[in-house]
């Protein structure tokens, strides 16, 4: 089996006419946590099924390591894949659930159960290991479909958004144990999820997807402070795109402030038309003729000395710094 960094070279999945991915570029590092993020239909579960084997690609070429594993069955490729769906028979224990993959490769009962037992040690399940799949919780599921990917040694983890079935606290759980996991063996984990918050939490490496296309890779950092199309600002949240010149600039949310602004800032009037209040925050959304609509989230005690209602026209400001041009690389 394969192991080493994941490549992906023009990589296109076409079903009929419909193109789900269109012809990608990729690198993953080995030892890499990779997100895909973006919206239902981009293409992220299908570039991932691909990596799998579970699809095969219209075109392009997969390589992991030195070796191109474009045409090779799942089995063959060194990848494993947790499905959204843990997908766990349930007439057999936790332990042979485990064991089940090492079973189908002929590994004799002995060798496969201590294999087994090594990995429920490393997501906790020892004390599982006679239940039934009907007498575990939602969590507990989880970790042993994610002990039975492990257990043939991938060298990439493939999880297509394995935290989507679980509450928020106990998602909030997983998610740190997954991290844990991940640096613990060292090997590359490809996740695939809808929520911005798992991913920067989770990624060393962003994908975000759009048309089946990578508009933006690169560190949670970059993607958040640094996007690169107006689809990323306004996908990674709390970025206000603002016309400027000849193109577009970005500036975070936070960045904005109500007031006319001094030396080296930006102001602009807008009309007010939305008002939230968050504690020590306030949000206040404008509507400028000339930028757009733009968001400012402004310190309770900032706002409450000059309070705005619906349909008043405030200026708002933020330092030149504070802007940075879509496109623009770091």
């Given amino acids: 089996m394969a192991t080493g960094d994941l490549e992906l070279v023009q990589v296109t999945k076409a079903y009929g006419s419909t193109i789900a991915v269109d012809a990608i570029d990729l690198r993953v590092p080995a030892g890499t946590y990779c997100c895909f993020l973006g919206p239902s239909g981009c293409g992220k579960s299908s570039t991932l099924r691909m990596v799998a084997g579970h699809e095969i690609a219209t075109s392009g ?17 060194g990848t494993a894949m947790m499905f959204q769906s843990y997908a766990l028979f349930p007439h057999l224990c936790v332990l042979d659930n485990i064991a089940f993959s090492l079973k189908m490769k002929g590994v004799d009962k002995a060798a496969r159960h201590a294999k087994a037992r090594s990995v429920m040690e490393l997501v906790d399940l020892t004390k599982f290991e006679s239940r039934m799949p009907a007498q575990l919780s939602g969590g507990q599921q989880q970790r042993v479909a994610l002990a039975r990917a492990l257990v043939t040694d991938p060298g990439i983890l493939l999880l297509d958004e394995p935290l989507s079935a679980l509450d928020p606290f106990l998602r909030l759980k997983v998610r740190t144990e997954l991290k844990r996991l991940q640096r613990e063996l060292g090997i590359s984990f490809l996740h695939v999820t809808h929520g911005q918050d798992e991913a920067m939490a989770l990624a060393d490496l962003v994908v975000i997807m759009k048309d089946g296309r990578i508009e933006q890779a690169g560190t949670p950092q970059d993607v958040f402070h640094r996007p690169a199309t107006a689809f990323v600002a306004r996908f990674m949240g709390g970025h206000n795109v603002v016309p400027m010149g000849a193109g577009e600039v970005t500036v975070r949310a936070d960045r904005v402030r109500l007031g006319v602004g001094g030396e080296g800032t930006r102001t602009f009037a807008g009309e007010v038309r939305g008002v939230e209040y968050q504690g020590a925050t306030v949000t206040v959304v404008l509507a400028s003729p000339t930028a757009g609509e733009i968001t400012a989230v402004i310190p309770e005690e900032q706002y409450f000395p000059q309070p705005a209602g619906l349909g008043e026209t405030r200026p708002i400001h933020w330092s030149l710094a504070d802007e940075y041009a879509l496109g623009a690389r770091a």
């Fill in 61 to 77: 070429d997969i390589l992991l390591g030195a070796s191109n594993i474009t045409d090779l069955e799942p089995a063959r490729r």
